[in-house]
């Protein structure tokens, strides 16, 4: 029932997980199916091969997104400002 619902209205898609910044994994609320982004940014269907090159993807976009935190630290803001008063 709920499949012929989705083959009359088209899938509905929410976003199950971020594997990286351009590639996500997506769900449909209805009948459950995964697709995921692939490399021309068309949605493919999650195949156990694509869900292992996601797994891959995102580790190393978390890993760079580490070191590139550890590279650049936060710099403490500088007190700069003047808080002396000329009294006429
Ligand atoms: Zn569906």
Do not use: W
Request: aromatic share 6%; glycine share 4%.
């Amino acid at each position: 029932m709920k499949k012929i619902f989705c083959n009359i209205f088209g899938h509905h898609y929410s976003v199950s997980k971020k594997v990286t910044g351009h590639i996500k994994e997506y769900k449909c609320v209805h009948c459950g199916r995964e697709v995921t982004t692939d490399v021309d940014g068309n949605l493919s269907t999650l195949t156990p091969e694509l869900q292992e090159i996601n797994e891959t993807l995102e580790r190393l976009y978390q890993r760079r997104h580490r070191a590139a935190q550890v590279v650049a630290p936060k710099t403490p803001p500088q007190v700069t400002k003047d808080v002396t008063q000329k009294v006429a």
